[in-house]
């Protein structure tokens, strides 16, 4: 890519969170994004349902976005939102003019354990389990009131939905979709995530996207855009960044 993408920027979170994930970015970017909710999750809790697919989720979004009316969008997203947006581009790539993936879940089954994926799935509902999980995927203590938040998105998503990530689309594989991919892809990812990890990264994201760029932070765990904002915003928009 020569030059930065036009079009606003649209900021998708990622498993068992909500918009709040991306406050802080939002605190340096004057201009502003769109950040839709995802089913199941957030605002959107009421609207998850057992059995909900990564293309159930970008087919929503995709939705949500035309909706909007101000495409083509320069879309981010975190964590699962990353596999989100990423089957999204591919399928509308019409909607998309560049794709930032935080920490993204890959575009093949994300490897965990069965411990862990048991442990993930019986966190729903639980105040102490999702506090341990939060705790344990961020390389720092996090502010408590982002802490809280993301506690308080866990205990309000649909329990289908968590379910549905857990078992369904955490474990799909799409990279056999991404043949309409058009928009330039940009990976953020930290050298210090415990969860998507930066063996998961080369070998199963950047493996599936040999053309893209992908770029290491560190003193940052899975929540890159609470722990480490200033480098989502480095790589959103430079020229709109407060200095």
């Keep these: 890519m020569t030059g930065p993408a036009q079009g606003r920027w649209a900021l998708v979170h990622g498993f068992g969170t909500s918009r709040g994930v991306w406050r802080r970015v939002l605190e340096g970017l004057p201009a502003g994004a769109l950040t839709p909710e995802l089913p199941g999750f957030g605002d959107n809790a009421a609207v998850g349902r057992p059995g909900q697919t990564t293309a159930d989720m970008a087919e929503s979004l995709a939705r949500t976005l035309r909706a909007a009316g101000e495409g083509p969008y320069r879309l981010a997203g975190h964590s699962m939102g990353g596999k989100v947006v990423l089957l999204l581009a591919a399928r509308h790539p019409d909607l998309v003019a560049e794709l930032l993936l935080v920490a993204p879940s890959p575009p093949s089954p994300e490897p965990m354990s069965d411990e862990d994926r048991a442990g993930l799935r019986a966190a729903h509902g639980d105040r102490a389990a999702l506090e341990e999980q939060y705790r344990t995927i961020a390389y720092s203590p996090l502010l408590p009131e982002d802490f809280e938040a993301l506690v ?92």
């Design 152 to 243: 308080r998105d866990g205990l309000r998503a649909d329990a289908g939905a968590w379910a549905a990530w857990t078992d369904v689309g955490s474990l799909e594989d799409v990279r056999g979709d991404l043949g309409g991919l058009r928009a330039p892809v940009t990976v953020l990812y930290s050298e210090d995530d415990t969860s998507i990890t930066p063996d998961t990264i080369r070998g199963q994201v950047l493996g599936a996207l040999p053309q893209a760029r992908a770029v290491a932070t560190r003193g940052s765990g899975h929540f890159i855009p609470l722990e480490r904002p200033q480098d989502v915003l480095a790589l959103l928009a430079p020229q709109e960044v407060q200095s």
